[in-house]
């Protein structure tokens, strides 16, 4: 399937603990059917101290489900995702909301 979302997309959440806050995507598993958003979905991990970290109780993004998230247009409003093919033949994104490309 066609990546609808992509590393640097704006998006907003639209369920869940942090939904109705916008952030960029900063990883996508598209084998897990996942993303991870910036500063968005925030969990404790309680770690044990390493050479490399101090442990302690750790804040860190967590990933969230593909589902939950929904590209910002140029007017900053959530919108579906579709493909087409452009006059020089390139496939691109596009917002079906404005039809603009993203």
Request: proline letters at 4%; a positive charge.
């Amino acid at each position: 399937m066609a990546a609808k979302i992509k590393k640097g997309d704006r998006v907003q959440i639209m369920a869940g603990k942090d939904k109705g806050r916008q952030g960029e995507v900063s990883k996508v598993l598209p084998q897990d059917g996942r993303v991870m958003v910036a500063g968005l979905n925030m969990v404790k991990r309680h770690t044990k101290p390493s050479q490399a970290n101090t442990g302690g109780i750790l804040e860190k993004e967590a990933p969230m489900s593909i589902s939950n998230v929904m590209v910002l247009d140029g007017n900053e409003k959530p919108t579906r995702v579709g493909f087409r093919v452009n006059k020089d033949g390139v496939k691109e994104r596009f917002a079906k909301s404005t039809g603009d490309a993203l």
